[in-house]
T-cell receptor, first 116, second 112 residues
Framework: DTEVTQTPKHLVMGMTNKKSLKCEQH?????MYWYKQKAKKPPELMFV???????INESVPSRFSPECPNSSLLNLHLHALQPEDSALYLC???????????????FGQGTRLTVV | RKEVEQDPGPFNVPEGATVAFNCTYS??????FFWYRQDCRKEPKLLMS???SGNEDGRFTAQLNRASQYISLLIRDSKLSDSATYLC?????????????FGGGTRVLVKP
């Protein structure tokens, strides 16, 4: 099973709302990621969790707050977003071999977020 | 200079033809390399990992040239269904941890 499941698939939220994106994998992967993708652009890394600890934050604004409750789950909490934050948010996971690098990453179908 | 660069294309390919394109990376310490395929409004899907000795999967061949810091993808006998954006992904290990970086993607259009 190489499945990464993201919910919801679509989300429309106002600028004052608080919402959360969820991601789940059962492949035993210990690295999990959040990417943001705008139309006609490649995915941009936001956060990396390695063994449930935040290892990389690509200077993401604090209105995005990641959380890794356990090795299978990854959340992205959203608060006070701006219309320019509208994008496809992708979760991915992979094995983490530390200094030996990663194995291939598998992506969820993404959450298409619209901020109004 | 971007960490991972690709020719955005589009590469217009007649059905049945061969197409090849490259991806260059700037970090000589990069360890793992992958090609992904992304269809419009879909998530990236792993096409193949790229190994030092080069590897082939059906009509797809990937090569790694560490000296010149590029990887390549060759598609033989192109099918209409090969039309997609092909994303190069490079893993680099830094003090903060492993980081997977995407190139900008190469768009391939296979036409009858």
């Amino acid at each position: 099973d190489t499945e990464v499941t993201q919910t919801p698939k679509h989300l429309v939220m106002g600028m004052t709302n608080k919402k959360s994106l969820k991601c789940e994998q059962h492949m035993g992967h210990r690295a999990m990621y959040w990417y943001k993708q705008k139309a006609k652009k490649p995915p941009e890394l936001m956060f990396v969790y390695s063994y449930e600890k935040l290892s990389i934050n690509e200077s993401v604004p604090s209105r995005f707050s990641p959380e890794c409750p356990n090795s299978s789950l990854l959340n992205l909490h959203l608060h006070a977003l701006q219309p320019e934050d509208s994008a496809l948010y992708l979760c991915a996971s992979s094995q983490d071999r530390g200094g030996q690098g990663y194995t291939e990453a598998f992506f969820g179908q993404g959450t298409r977020l619209t901020v109004v | 200079r971007k960490e991972v660069e690709q020719d955005p294309g589009p590469f217009n390919v007649p059905e049945g033809a061969t197409v090849a394109f490259n991806c260059t990376y700037s970090n000589s310490a990069s360890q793992s390399f992958f090609w992904y395929r992304q269809d419009c409004r879909k998530e990236p899907k792993l096409l193949m990992s790229v190994y030092s000795s080069g590897n082939e999967d059906g009509r797809f061949t990937a090569q790694l040239n560490r000296a010149s810091q590029y990887i390549s993808l060759l598609i033989r006998d192109s099918k209409l269904s090969d039309s997609a954006t092909y994303l190069c992904v490079v893993n680099s290990y830094k003090a903060a941890g492993n980081k997977l970086t995407f190139g900008g993607g190469t768009r391939v259009l296979v036409k009858p």
